[in-house]
């Protein structure tokens, strides 16, 4: 459990918190677990009200504003770390994932067909039809980005705002790796009205130093591991 505040870079009448203490129940305007904002009213750090969580329409500011704050004090990178602090987002989505929804996943008017996203099979089988583990193919399933990122969040239904950002990047450097071409969205699947490029930015700014920190922990699991089997054998 882990509880750090930190100043807004665009408002200083609101500070931001990060409280792994708190329960956070799900929305999906939320920016993410454990992040919160609370009004100051410019009065440096000091609470002035109740925090709540912070939303999508504050993504660049917090998030700059969280990344300025690690820079500066690098050691509470750690207690971003745990895949409830900050997600795992490796597992948020997989290039294998896109790669099915794009080249497969495809509406076809003449036939009834279906998927397994889990499983990634097809099937035109009826039986499908009963079957919770199959989706009969949408008119939208046309292996577009747009389309695919509709079928992802689909399939991954609970995602916070920062996860939901996270797979519109990996669809684009999907989009640009294999057709070299994409599709912008407006919002960029988050209902964001702030440019590209300042949520990207602000977004990766926390996101290597979080990645970083956890890179540094599993080199210190593994040389634990070497020492144990190779240097104090």
Known sequence: MGKFVFQSIKDESMAYCFDSSEFMSYSGSNLGDNLYMFPTYGDNLTQHGPQFPATVSNFVDCLASLAKYLLQNPDDVEQLTSSTSWPMFGMTVSREEIDFLVK?????????????????????????????????????????????????FNNKRYLMSIERFFVYLKAKEYFQDEYNNYQSIEGCCIGSDEKFIDLEYSFLAVHYQVESARMMDRARNIFRCLESNWVNK
């Open 104 to 152: 497969k996943v495809n509406y076809k008017e003449d036939k009834v067909r279906y998927y397994s996203f889990q499983e990634k099979k097809m099937s035109s089988s009826e039986s499908k039809r009963y079957d919770k583990r199959w989706e009969e193919i949408p008119r939208y399933a046309d292996g577009t980005m747009q389309g695919v990122l509709s079928l992802l």
